[in-house]
């Protein structure tokens, strides 16, 4: 049944992680610290990298740019989730959920697109030293940013629309925290063959390419990392490379397990888990990932917390 761009459907219900209702402090508490745990360590680096000359780089360009996507991410779906938990009213308008749902894919995408970034920013560094400041150079850092927020940016208007044009009939029911495209589709009473084509098409185009250039960069680092001499050297390199090669092992499987795959074989708790590794774990762990074994980066991370320190004295 189809109705154009008409809907009955004035708002939608968050169930989010209503199904434990004894756990739901618990919960509160434990989103609460992570949300304010990635906030706070995005914003530390966004800071240290600024206000470093020395961290002008393109490698720390791309960290900075993910730890503002990694905070913005967050900051789009967890505060909702919180007021809910906290509230109890698992309310949220028409028009705010698909804001929500426009967001989370921009950041997501944005978030895809800068760890391809970065992997191919440490092939180069590591697979070409010599040729690093050549080919890395400031006009190619700006448009391998620029070029990925312009797609971030019209990809999910794509999804939006074709959203706004379903009709919703009297099920408003998400059986998530926080709207995207797998939640609501189910809900519409329009064929919406078009929106699962698009979605698995897309997303799957915007996601498979991407982890194959990811994929093929850390193969060519480790044939390179073989060929170092040292154990110690291979050591130090496995270690920085395995953790965030981890990282993406842990987005895009989280990822793949949402978006690529049939709407029917979805099961609620399993989204929910999903959902919650790459939003609320990820932003966390990036900041811990590519600092902890930086020196250059914890060291201007020092400066900033010793400089706050003497102005709050």
């Given amino acids: 049944m189809e109705k154009g761009n008409q809907t009955n459907v004035s708002e939608f219900l968050l169930l989010g992680f209503s199904n434990w209702p004894r756990q739901q402090a618990l919960f509160f508490a434990l989103f609460l610290c992570l949300y304010l745990t990635g906030l706070l360590g995005n914003l530390l680096i966004l800071m240290a990298i600024a206000s470093d000359h020395l961290l002008h780089t393109p490698m720390y360009f791309f960290l ?20 809910n938990i906290q509230t109890q009213t698992q309310s949220i308008s028409y028009s705010t959920c698909l804001a929500q749902m426009y967001f989370s894919i921009m950041f997501t995408n944005m978030d895809n697109f800068l760890l391809t970034v970065m992997a191919y920013d440490r092939y180069v560094a590591i697979c070409h030293p010599l040729h690093y400041s050549t080919i890395m150079t400031q006009y190619l850092c700006a448009c391998l940013v ?3 927020w312009v797609i971030a940016t019209l990809n999910p208007l794509l999804h939006t629309l074709l959203m706004a044009r379903l009709y919703f009939c009297s099920n408003n029911v998400i059986h998530h925290f926080f709207c995207d495209n797998n939640s609501l589709l189910p809900l519409s009473c329009s064929d919406t063959s078009l929106n699962q084509l698009m979605v698995l098409t897309v997303v799957g185009l915007l996601f498979v390419v991407p982890s194959g250039c990811i ?9 390179a990392v073989m060929k170092i001499p040292s154990a110690q050297g291979k050591l130090k390199a496995f270690s920085t490379c395995g953790s965030h090669l981890a990282l993406v092992i842990l987005f895009y499987g989280a990822i793949t397990k949402i978006y690529m795959t049939p709407i029917s074989n979805h099961s609620t708790d399993k989204d929910l888990v999903a959902s919650v590794i790459f939003i609320v774990v990820a932003p966390v762990l990036n900041p811990f990932i590519y600092s902890l074994r930086n020196n250059e980066l914890k060291g201007a991370l020092k400066k900033v917390l010793g400089h706050r320190k003497i102005f709050s004295q």
């Avoid at 994929?215 to 044939?223: F, G």
């Fill in 215 to 223: 994929l093929a960069s850390y193969a060519h680092i480790l044939s």
């Fill in 64 to 83: 900075a740019n993910l730890s503002l996507v990694d905070l913005c991410l967050s900051s789009t779906t967890v505060p909702k989730m919180l007021q």
């Fill in 146 to 148: 620029a070029v990925p």
